[in-house]
């Protein structure tokens, strides 16, 4: 959580991506309920009482950076990949397959985001 108050400040470019990522979300599921109105005031505070939700961010710096995140996991899974003849022990496979999972939540965040932006401009594409 306090990475999220200072993304510009946070070094790790996996950790970086993951909260721009996130802020955007929230900022972009917040405007989809907001210009559809469908809502009770007591269940959904569409105010941000000043929280910047990285609205300096674009959309394609945002993506930019989640591929950049996909691309050092990517590079880490195959540096810990089981190799040829090689025994490995249980704490490498172990991970290894953190790497993995890290890499495909990424992918999903990013597919996630680029398919609401999509459907919140209207793109039919």
Same mark, same amino acid.
């Given at each position: 959580?306090?990475?999220?108050?200072?993304?510009?400040?946070?070094?790790?470019?996996?950790?970086?991506?993951?909260?721009? !990522?996130?802020?955007?979300? %929230?900022?972009?599921? #917040?405007?989809?309920? *907001?210009?559809?109105?469908?809502?009770? @005031? +007591?269940?959904?505070?569409?105010?941000?009482?000043?929280?910047?939700?990285?609205?300096?961010?674009?959309?394609?710096?945002?993506?930019?950076?989640?591929?950049?995140?996909?691309? !050092?996991?990517?590079?880490? %899974?195959?540096?810990? #990949?089981?190799?040829? *003849?090689?025994?490995?022990?249980?704490? @490498? +496979?172990?991970?290894?397959?953190?790497?993995?999972?890290?890499?495909?939540?990424?992918?999903?965040?990013?597919?996630?985001?680029?398919?609401?932006?999509?459907?919140?401009?209207?793109?039919?594409?």
């Amino acid at each position: 959580n306090l990475y999220l108050h200072q993304v510009d400040k946070v070094q790790c470019v996996v950790v970086k991506a993951v909260c721009v !990522v996130a802020l955007k979300l %929230v900022e972009l599921v #917040k405007d989809i309920i *907001g210009k559809a109105g469908v809502y009770e @005031e +007591e269940d959904f505070q569409p105010l941000t009482y000043g929280f910047r939700l990285c609205q300096d961010v674009t959309e394609q710096r945002c993506i930019a950076g989640l591929r950049e995140a996909e691309e !050092v996991l990517g590079r880490e %899974v195959r540096r810990t #990949k089981a190799r040829e *003849g090689v025994e490995r022990s249980e704490k @490498e +496979e172990q991970e290894h397959q953190e790497f993995t999972a890290l890499q495909c939540r990424v992918k999903f965040l990013r597919l996630f985001y680029c398919g609401l932006s999509a459907l919140y401009r209207g793109d039919t594409s």
